[in-house]
């Protein structure tokens, strides 16, 4: 099926409208016809190959919602006509340790959304800044939300999962007091989860005009980091720490805000490292730095669901996909609240 998209043909190029190749759909896949698809800041850093190992023609985009149009002939949980979201997984071993646990963002051979290497021309995966997608069902998920929420639905499938995670991983909930480091795409998703979990939620910004924001995101405290007295308010303060800021920052001034026995975990992923931590701030309380990737299918399914009992969406702004370089630019700017969504039925012309 050749169908319209927008990507680009070199890392020095802007994106531009494109014909590409989806497969035939075989016995377990689905067919979707995307409606809109979110933004994400990995987006920027792969198409514009700040990431190494970027495959061209690459058509970025992994934040899917839409409507199944086909199934194959094995596929036996999903129906034409069903609303459904594909996020950053489309394929796995399925047999290690990993796939076996439901954490298939782990698996060795976890194939991307896009740029992941595959038998289908043109030899790696194109993502949802297109038309439609064809998926195995194993890893199209359900949507349970009100149809008008769709577009702000679609970041879920990546800034959602990638806080709620760690969120879940580290046992976030009532008693606790967390710390999110960012209002950003990451950032907003990982304040509304932590809010709705039951925990006691401190927001960071360098941005003194975010106060407001914050608190309407459902932060308990409001941080200005670059406030000295308002850091050394919270010292020895956080059970945990999710710290969603993609760019090279100091991280001992958020860990030495951990209680003993406490943990920063990293979602947000810069193009050049952090400095490094000082080794004594982890040693002297045991406090963890850790890392988080995604989601697992299971726990993307479980972050979905539980989105929908509480009402909670993504704040987005929409675009035209012929939008969307000048939307890249405004979001290096950090001029975006909170997430970029395309609206798809733009790609017809």
Request: charged content about 20%.
């Amino acid at each position: 099926m050749t169908i319209q998209a927008y990507g680009a043909h070199a890392g020095d190029k802007p994106l531009e409208a494109m014909s590409i190749t989806r497969r035939t759909p075989g016995a377990s896949d689905v067919l979707i016809d995307i409606a809109f698809c979110g933004v994400c800041h990995s987006d920027i850093h792969q198409v514009r190959a700040e990431w190494a190992g970027t495959l061209f023609p690459c058509v970025p985009g992994h934040e899917i919602v839409g409507r199944v149009s086909a199934v194959g002939g094995d596929v036996s949980g999903f129906k034409p006509g069903d609303l459904v979201g594909v996020g950053c997984i489309v394929d796995s071993c399925r047999e290690c340790a990993e796939c076996a646990d439901g954490l298939e963002n782990y698996c060795n051979h976890m194939v991307g959304t896009y740029n992941g290497r595959t038998a289908d021309a043109p030899g790696h995966t194109l993502g949802g800044y297109s038309q439609q997608i064809v998926v195995d069902e194993r890893y199209v998920l359900r949507i349970r939300h009100a149809e008008d929420q769709l577009a702000a639905v679609a970041p879920l499938l990546c800034a959602g999962i990638t806080t709620w995670s760690p969120l879940r991983h580290w046992k976030v909930g009532p008693g606790k007091k967390v710390g999110v480091v960012g209002i950003g795409g990451l950032g907003h998703m990982g304040i509304k989860l932590a809010h709705a979990l039951g925990t006691h939620v401190v927001a960071f910004t360098t941005s003194e005009s975010k106060r407001d924001a914050a608190r309407a995101l459902g932060a308990d405290e409001v941080v200005v980091s670059r406030n000295p007295d308002e850091m050394a308010a919270q010292a020895g303060s956080l059970d945990f720490i999710l710290n969603t800021v993609a760019a090279p920052h100091d991280l001992d001034a958020f860990l030495a805000l951990l209680k003993r026995d406490g943990t920063m975990t990293l979602v947000g992923a810069p193009a050049t490292p952090h400095p490094s931590p000082q080794v004594f701030n982890l040693i002297m309380k045991r406090r963890s730095l850790a890392g988080s990737l995604i989601g697992g299918i299971p726990e993307t399914q479980e972050m979905l669901d539980f989105c929908a009992e509480h009402g909670i969406v993504a704040d987005i702004e929409m675009i035209r996909a012929d939008e969307i370089n000048a939307a890249y630019e405004r979001m290096l700017n950090g001029d975006v609240k909170y997430r970029f969504v395309i609206d798809n039925a733009s790609l017809a012309g």
